[in-house]
């Protein structure tokens, strides 16, 4: 078997899937790929914008003549039309617009061929909701990350408060999280779930060293074990 060079890392929102993932790249001297990044930008871009999120000639415009970069520098995760949007992607309300351009086949379609062509050359740590499933189903190795809702819902307020958004109330973000897990296992194009070859990393009660020891010892296991180079 042929495998994609890549460390996949799916999971739900909140799960911290984010944050170990850009720590398991750091420490492995690897790309990050932040999939959901490029979701939250393009919903994000099209909403201010003024364009219905759905599929029509005005998006699908969009989309054509759109040029989004990734990974220009730390300060610049991604872009849109010469639009820094790495800060802008993270605020609230963005989750519930990528949630609904997610479901756009069309947008999927394009995004899959543009992480695909991120991927091909190097080895890299890719995480998003699909990747082990969809983008890339033949990925050396897979993790599926995970926590309980109200783990996930607390950490995701913490978010939201270190980057100034004092507004948001526990049992709201909880009740955003559960819309989000049912709206992203429901859909009909790619939805999430676990890889049946993907390794369960639950981390409710893990602290982040522990949970990037444990997939920075499997990611090297399964290189070895399959003959790709990492370090």
Known sequence: ?????????????????????????RSLNLLYIDTGAMFRAIAYQVNEEGIELNW???????ISSMDMQYGLSDECLISINGHNLTDKI????VSKLASIISQIPEIRSYLLDYQRNLAKNDVCV????????????????KFFVT??????????????VESGDENVTLSQVMKDVEKRDKSDMSRDV???????????VDTSSMNIESVLEELKLGALNKAQEVGITIQ
């Open 1 to 25: 078997m042929e495998y994609s060079k890549v460390i996949a890392i799916d999971g739900p929102s909140g799960s911290g899937k984010s944050t170990i993932a850009k720590k398991l790249a």
């Open 56 to 62: 029509s000639m005005g998006l699908g415009d969009f």
């Open 90 to 93: 993270r605020e609230h309300h």
């Open 126 to 141: 890719m995480e998003g909701r699909d990747i082990g499933t969809v983008v890339f189903p033949n990925a050396f190795c």
């Open 147 to 160: 926590a309980s809702v109200e783990v996930r819902s607390k950490r995701r307020l913490e978010q939201l």
């Open 190 to 200: 790619a939805p999430l779930k676990q890889a049946s070859d993907a390794k369960l």
